[in-house]
């Protein structure tokens, strides 16, 4: 059976996730606020609404793919879970918590499928490194650090972005969550939240830069920094366990070469026997983690990560408004 997959958001988002529907499924509809990009992303070859609306109501459509900006993603969402649809919505699926947890339930009652876009974790040096780690090969893990960031371009303070009530934030809501998903997938749940945001360049009333320390039941720390001041894109995880460290840098493109360092602890320690992998060909992490959520489909199981791992990681962002002292909700 052929899955008929409808886009609500023909951006580069969208144009990204229509590239990667595979073998099995295939593009039935697109819809956009610019009717323009709705058209040429179907290219003729897929059904063009007017209205997302009429969209999520097709018979011909089975799953949405939800790429709008944030204060849409949650009522999209919704509708199409209302359709008994299966969604695939981009991170972070909401401005807020308290936008996710009606969805939680309808995705229940409607028993339907709903992945969080969380693209970062099918990155090859990512999944590598998360093999690594599994395996026991670094041994007990401790902490991580990251950074991620971008440095911003003419009119930023102008964008979508800028605008809390389109975005519900400023970069904390934006990379932040790619980063606190990463952690909470190597290091587990944090209940112990501490960070600061802040507007450091950008005359925009959201925050351009955002420091976060997140502790685990067990004291398994990570320290991460997300900026768009960083003006050279940069990305940059590094994993810490008692008997080694992996080190993860570069997504490709202008972030660089996507790489991942094994340094092994010797016995005698000193310097680290030291394996590099390097991966320049173009990223597949879209390709994987669509066919992961066509998966999630055929073989009718919980979408990982889902709507509860969208949940934590804005109940952490938040908490980092609240300590700054931001109400960024609408």
Excluded at 106 to 129: D, I, P, S, T
Excluded at 210 to 226: G, I, K, M, P, W
Excluded at 254 to 269: C, D, K, W
């Amino acid at each position: 059976m052929t899955l008929r997959v409808g886009i609500i958001g023909c951006g580069g988002i969208g144009q990204k996730r229509a590239r990667t529907l595979g073998a099995g499924s295939r593009l039935a509809g697109c819809a956009d606020l610019d009717p323009a990009r709705a058209r040429a992303l179907a290219a003729g070859k897929a059904r063009v609404h007017e209205d997302w609306r009429e969209l999520v109501r097709s018979p011909d459509v089975d799953a949405v793919v939800v790429a709008t900006t944030h204060d849409a993603l949650a009522g999209v969402t919704m509708a199409a879970i209302a359709e008994g649809k299966h969604v695939l919505v981009e991170k972070p699926a909401a401005r807020s918590a308290a936008e996710i947890l009606p969805l939680l339930e309808a995705a229940e009652e409607h028993r339907v499928k709903v992945r969080v876009g969380f693209n970062h974790r099918y990155h090859r040096a990512l999944r590598k490194a998360k093999g690594i780690v599994d395996s026991g090969a670094i041994g007990p893990l401790m902490f991580l650090r990251a950074r991620y960031g971008h440095g911003g371009r003419p009119g930023y303070e102008r964008e979508w972005r800028a605008d809390p009530r389109l975005s519900g934030g400023g970069e904390l809501i934006d990379q932040g969550p790619h980063l606190i998903d990463l952690s909470r997938w190597f290091l587990g749940d944090f209940p112990h939240v501490t960070g600061f945001a802040h507007t450091y360049f950008w005359k925009m009333p959201v925050d351009d830069n955002a420091f976060l320390l997140l502790r685990t039941d067990e004291n398994r720390v990570a320290s991460l920094h997300v900026s768009c001041t960083e003006w050279k894109n940069l990305f940059s995880m590094e994993i810490y366990g008692r008997d080694g460290k992996l080190e993860v840098s570069g997504l490709g493109g202008t972030y660089g070469v996507e790489r991942l360092a094994h340094y092994r602890m010797l016995p005698e320690m000193g310097p680290p026997e030291t394996t590099i992998w390097e991966f320049p060909m173009e990223d597949d992490s879209w390709s994987v983690e669509m066919a992961e959520f066509l998966s999630d489909i055929r073989e009718d199981r919980r979408p990982d990560p889902g709507l509860e791992d969208a949940l934590a990681a804005l109940r952490i962002v938040e908490r980092i408004y609240e300590d700054a002292g931001h109400d960024h909700r609408a």
